[in-house]
């Protein structure tokens, strides 16, 4: 009780830079138990590198070992985790019900708002990068405020705008209101603000024009931008719901997400069939983020301009 103190708490910037004090020893990393520190954290970066990723695969496998196993495997305890890879559930999802639509419907609005996006967030980016207009501070923040926005928030003016537009019930309707998004116009302009200046100077030489710099040597340059923004964009289109709940009642243009709860509403008992419309809608996902991902770690990471491909 009467002995040394591990370490003092500084009351004065003087107690501030002595050695026993708290600040120091945990500013210095050295000067912890460097033994038994650094094994215990290798030991846990290594099990949440094993565990989080099980965690999060183990409700995609379950629903595939569902989808092509035997029938009544999701009621099954203990649980059978061995598929038995039949693939009759999702070949009869495919060919004898309103599938095939709906994957249609999705696909088609995922790729128009896709190019949307990637056009006017190009443009904005640009513009917020290169053009010293005036209020160009005021419009930056006003993109960083609206990031801020939750999507809930905006959706009774946006309904009202469409219905007086007498847009309801259409596939315009599920795209123009995510025409344009905040964060891929941050992308946008951090990116086109790492270009070098010459390379505008150099293409006004050439006689290139402002559009064509943007699209022809701009944005192959912001390629993990481009990645980040077309897989974000992807994922928020693909897996829209609330939105085309609120803006729709027909099921000709109804994107896959609310045909999935429509489809549990209907088909309640029959979990192979649910499972395999799921795993439908989520292997599309899957793949465009594996091929994504590397330029998705560059955006993160700063974005390279030089980095190989």
Request: hydrophobic content about 55%; aromatic content about 14%.
């Amino acid at each position: 009780m009467g002995g040394r103190p591990f370490c003092v708490l500084p009351l004065t910037d003087r107690d501030s830079r002595n050695r026993n004090s708290c600040w120091h020893w945990l500013a210095n990393p050295s000067l912890w138990p460097r033994r038994n520190f650094m094994r215990n954290a290798f030991r846990l970066r290594t099990l949440l590198l094993i565990v989080l990723p099980v965690l999060f695969f183990i409700p995609i496998y379950w629903t595939f070992v569902i989808a092509v196993g035997y029938h009544g495997a999701a009621y099954h305890l203990p649980p059978v985790w061995t598929p038995l890879f039949h693939w009759g559930p999702i070949i009869y999802v495919l060919t004898h019900t309103h599938w095939p639509r709906y994957v249609f419907n999705t696909v088609g609005i995922t790729a128009a708002t896709i190019v949307l996006v990637l056009f006017t967030s190009a443009l904005a980016g640009y513009a917020l990068a290169e053009i010293p207009f005036k209020g160009h501070s005021l419009y930056f923040l006003l993109v960083i405020g609206v990031m801020m926005l939750p999507q809930q928030a905006l959706l009774v003016p946006q309904y009202v705008v469409l219905f007086h537009l007498h847009m309801l019930n259409t596939y315009a309707a599920m795209v123009i209101p995510f025409a344009a998004n905040s964060s891929s116009i941050f992308l946008f302009r951090q990116f086109f603000k790492k270009i070098p200046v010459s390379f505008h100077e150099i293409a006004r030489i050439e006689g290139v024009s402002t559009l064509r710099y943007i699209f022809r040597v701009a944005m192959p340059l912001a390629k993990p931008a481009v990645a980040t923004s077309v897989l974000l964009t992807f994922i928020a289109a693909w897996n829209q719901f609330q939105w085309p709940l609120i803006m729709t009642n027909s099921p000709q243009i109804q994107p896959i997400e609310l045909a999935l709860s429509h489809y549990m509403q209907t088909y309640e008992a029959n979990w192979r069939e649910l499972a395999s419309a799921a795993l439908i809608a989520l292997s599309p996902i899957l793949i465009v983020f594996a091929f994504t991902q590397k330029h998705i770690v560059q955006a993160v990471a700063g974005g390279d301009l030089n980095a190989k491909d």
